[in-house]
């Protein structure tokens, strides 16, 4: 089978990596493309299984140009804003704000006041808008992008972006015949994202929980939503450690005659940098002031978000005994 896979960016590389080299490995042909090749994550397409007589790396693939782009643009922003007035999200203004800024169009600014909708009222706009969404014409320029493949299947992740592009590759491999679907890629694209505003031949989850979200909240047909695990973390069945506690411990520069213990950073969305670190540093200074000496005498391992490490970069945390920040800079996880 020939698979064209088409993703956001090559940062999903590391939610599916070992999906494609299994199935790259029994048999199948793959073709991987992005709609943005941006550089602010350090992954490349280029460097997965090299050389690989299966495998081909169409790069970035054509954007959905002209008027009619524009206007699929501002509408999917539009669906991934009116999802979150529905009533299960009225206390969640920070996805309502995160959508507002990035992609509702300027017209309907004016929703930004709202909180919620009836759930009777936010599904009947959103079947107007899929409606809407089903009569922006197919981009002639992507629907060639697809035919030229000339694939058995196409799977898009993660769709669920704000204003996806991933939503024109889906109806172009309709159009076209050909089976699409959409790999949901981690564990909060249902609830947190945008939506799943497009007919789907299949969509993959990880678990019952995602099912349920994706038949609640975005409207797909439980008989087309297929459960097969966590992909990402497959590979951790398969691992041992790498080094010994002694090599670790002088490697990131702590003691190995006590107990660390690990604080994981979070992403700018979730915590702005300079706060994490302001944070971080009233944290430890009550930690090292804890009445108990083996708490207050603990190793400390700061590890910074991969893509929300800048702020970090500098830090002296000398001050707060055996602590490190490892790894200091951008790393791909």
């Given at each position: ?24 490995d029994?048999?199948?042909a ?27 790396i ?85 629907r ?22 991933e ?97 994981t ?36 391992v ?28 951008r790393?791909?996880?």
């Amino acid at each position: 089978m020939k698979i064209l896979f088409v993703m956001e960016t090559p940062e999903y590389l590391r939610f599916f990596d070992s999906t494609f080299s299994y199935l790259l490995d029994h048999g199948h042909a793959l073709v991987l493309a992005v709609t943005e090749d941006k550089q602010k994550k350090p992954v490349r397409l280029e460097r997965f299984e090299e050389g690989h007589p299966s495998l081909t790396i169409a790069g970035v693939a054509p954007p959905h140009e002209g008027i009619w782009g524009e206007i699929a643009k501002g509408l999917r922003g539009t669906v991934d804003y009116v999802r979150f007035l529905h009533p299960d999200y009225r206390h969640a203004p920070a996805l309502r704000n995160r959508m507002k800024r990035k992609v509702l169009p300027v017209a309907f600014q004016p929703l930004g006041l709202v909180t919620s909708w009836p759930e009777p009222v936010v599904a009947s706009a959103l079947r107007f808008l899929s409606a809407c969404e089903t009569a922006v014409p197919v981009s002639p320029g992507i629907r060639d992008f697809v035919a030229g493949h000339q694939p058995d299947a196409v799977w898009v992740t993660p769709l669920v972006d704000a204003a996806s592009a991933e939503v024109d590759f889906v109806k172009a491999a309709r159009s076209l015949g050909i089976p699409a679907g959409v790999c949901v890629a981690s564990w909060d694209n249902l609830t947190n994202k945008g939506l799943l505003r497009t007919q789907l031949d299949r969509v993959t989850v990880w678990n019952e929980r995602q099912r349920d979200e994706a038949v609640r909240y975005h409207g797909i047909a439980a008989d087309k939503v297929v459960a097969t695990g966590a992909q990402p973390f497959d590979r951790w069945f398969e691992r041992g450690p790498s080094t010994d506690r002694q090599s670790f411990c002088r490697m990131v520069g702590l003691p190995a005659d006590r107990p660390f213990i690990v604080f994981t950073g979070s992403s700018g969305f979730i915590s702005e940098g300079q706060a994490e670190v302001a944070f971080v540093r009233r944290w430890l200074a009550a930690l090292r002031g804890a009445p108990d000496s083996r708490i207050a005498h603990l190793g400390v391992v700061v590890r910074p978000h991969p893509y929300n490490g800048a702020a970090w970069e500098g830090q002296d945390l000398s001050g707060f005994g055996p602590t490190t920040v490892w790894p200091r800079g951008r790393y791909n996880p």
